[in-house]
């Protein structure tokens, strides 16, 4: 395996309140997986509850990891309580780890738009996360309400918008299509 897969590793935002930014990255990830890129998905905010993609982890193990951080019970919903802080805490640490290692050639930080908009962590830590990141891997930051000045400083930007969604329909989360 080549050392650096990517010559330039560029920064992604998948924002907006639409369904899709987290198996977007997924999706990314299978592709990069695909090509031999060694993956690593570490997620913010979401709890312990075993979801579709960390089975898949375990298939496509040691090119995928996944590292669910969030404290149990915290969806991002309401103001956070300190146990949630040290788990975001924890988690940005492992972050910066990753993107200025040599472990992996993408990174992807799940919900990490909503820890900054709750001031887990600070705007102006992530633009310096950015700005550190080892130049051969590729970021890709995901959640609602993206900053404005990550979005500023990110190679791409896409907003999913929602037109249409059948959980307003009553057609509640499915194993297998949101967990
Ligand atoms: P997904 O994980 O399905 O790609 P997402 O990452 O775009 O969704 P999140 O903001 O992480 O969306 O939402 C968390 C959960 O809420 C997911 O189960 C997701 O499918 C669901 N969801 C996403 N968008 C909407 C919406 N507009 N209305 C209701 N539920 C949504
Ligand atoms: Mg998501």
Redesign the pocket.
């Known amino acids: 395996m080549n050392k650096h897969m990517l010559q330039k590793g560029l920064v992604q935002v ?1 924002t ?11 999706g990314l990830a299978l592709r990069a997986v695909g090509r031999g890129l060694r993956v690593c998905m570490i997620q913010f ?2 709890g312990s509850e075993p ?1 579709g993609e960390h089975l898949a982890a375990k298939m496509l193990a040691p090119y995928l990891t996944i590292i669910q951080t969030g404290h149990k019970g915290w ?2 919903r309401e103001k956070p309580g300190p146990e949630v802080t040290a788990c975001a805490r924890r988690a940005f640490e492992m972050a910066h780890r990753a993107v200025t290692g040599e472990e992996y050639d993408l990174v992807i930080l ?2 990490i738009n ?1 820890a900054v908009f709750y001031e887990l962590v600070s705007v102006k830590e992530l633009l310096q996360l950015i700005q550190e990141k080892d130049e051969h891997v590729e970021l890709v930051l ?3 309400k993206a900053a404005p000045e990550v979005m500023e400083t990110a190679d791409l930007v896409t907003e ?1 918008r ?1 037109v249409k ?1 059948y ?2 329909a009553g057609v509640p ?1 499915r194993i297998g ?3």
């Open positions: 998948y907006g309140n639409g369904k899709g930014k987290t198996t977007a990255a997924l905010v979401k979801c969806l991002g799940d919900e909503i995901t959640g609602r999913m929602e969604h959980f307003k989360a299509i949101e967990k």
